[in-house]
Structures are given as C-alpha cells and as structure tokens.
C-alpha cells in the first residue's frame, strides 16, 4: 500500500466526472488500498480516486477507525429523503477550511464492492452526508460548489490565505 500525492484546488481533475470501474481484479485492490493509505496520511474520513488524479468511481470511507473500511465501486443514489440537515464538510484536497452544506438525511445507493458483487445500502447521519459528499466528487462536484458564490468566494480566499502562509 503506498501513500499518492493528493490533488488540491483548484486542480481541473476535482471538476471532471470519474469513469465508470469496469475491470475487476487486482489494480482494483490496490488502487482502493492506496487511497485507504492515503485517506488515513491526510487525515480523512473519506476519499475518491479523483483525490489523487484518477477518474475512476471508487470512494473509501472510513468514518471510525474502530470499524472496517468501507469501499464502494461505481456508487449511484437511488434515493434521496425529503429531510435535509446541513454539516460541516471540507475535503482533503482542499485541507483547513470547512463550510456547512445541506444534505438529505437518508439516502439508498447501489453500489459494487471491490470483487464486482452489486450491493444495496440505506444510508443515514454521517455516513449518508459522506457518501453524498464523495458521490458528487465523483460527478465532477466538488463541495464548496454547494454553497452560495458568496460563501464560496470567501471560503476561497480563506483557503488561498493559509496556503500563503503555510508556504
């Protein structure tokens, strides 16, 4: 398993839509490994190959440490509830600023794990505002443009401030 540099905004590859997964096998493995390795350097509770330049449909999620890793291939949402709640997200590509972003509460995906198999998951709290977060990466979304052009501008310059400073 080995750590992969980790894009950062505005990077064009967090803005493009990610491929469908198609072969099954070993690279497979090892590229969901890796971005497991990675999400855990960064630190984070979850990641998509698209993170570190590949637009494959892959997201790893590991929401506690004291639980398995979760892996999803070519992940869709079936449905959404009318409910929303708003939560803090940020990205590890975009590292030190966070903003609140509304999310339905209950989602359903249908997804494959990493052999192929076609699964089904309800999904609620964090681990249905995760998957959405990472869902959307994957739909070329990345999460800051879920928030107005006001917050989003600020938020910019915010994140453009501390990589000066950190330089």
């Known amino acids: 398993m080995t750590v992969r540099p980790i894009l950062k905004y505005p990077h064009p590859a967090l803005r493009s839509s990610a491929?469908?997964?198609?072969?099954?096998?070993?690279?497979?493995?090892?590229?969901?490994?890796d971005l497991l390795e990675t999400m855990r350097a960064a630190p984070g509770i979850g990641i998509t190959a698209p993170h570190i330049g590949v637009l494959k449909r892959i997201v790893v999620l590991e929401l506690d440490r004291g639980q398995p890793a979760r892996f999803y291939v070519n992940p869709e949402i079936e449905w959404f509830s009318a409910d929303t709640v708003r939560q803090e997200e940020g990205s590890v590509s975009?590292?030190?600023?966070?903003?609140?972003?509304?999310?339905?509460?209950?989602?359903r995906i249908r997804y494959q794990d990493v052999a192929g198999v076609s699964q089904s998951e309800?999904?609620?709290?964090?681990?249905?505002?995760?998957?959405?977060?990472?869902?959307?990466?994957?739909?070329?979304?990345?999460w800051i443009y879920r928030l107005s052009k006001l917050k989003r501008d600020r938020l910019i310059k915010r994140y453009e401030k501390l990589q000066r400073s950190q330089r």
Do not use: K, W, Y
Request: overall charge negative; charged content about 30%; some cysteine.
């Open 19 to 33: 491929e469908p997964v198609t072969e099954f096998g070993d690279d497979l493995r090892l590229l969901a490994d």
């Open 94 to 107: 975009m590292p030190g600023v966070s903003d609140e972003i509304e999310r339905a509460v209950n989602i």
């Open 122 to 142: 309800e999904a609620t709290g964090l681990l249905s505002i995760c998957l959405q977060h990472e869902i959307d990466q994957l739909d070329g979304v990345f």
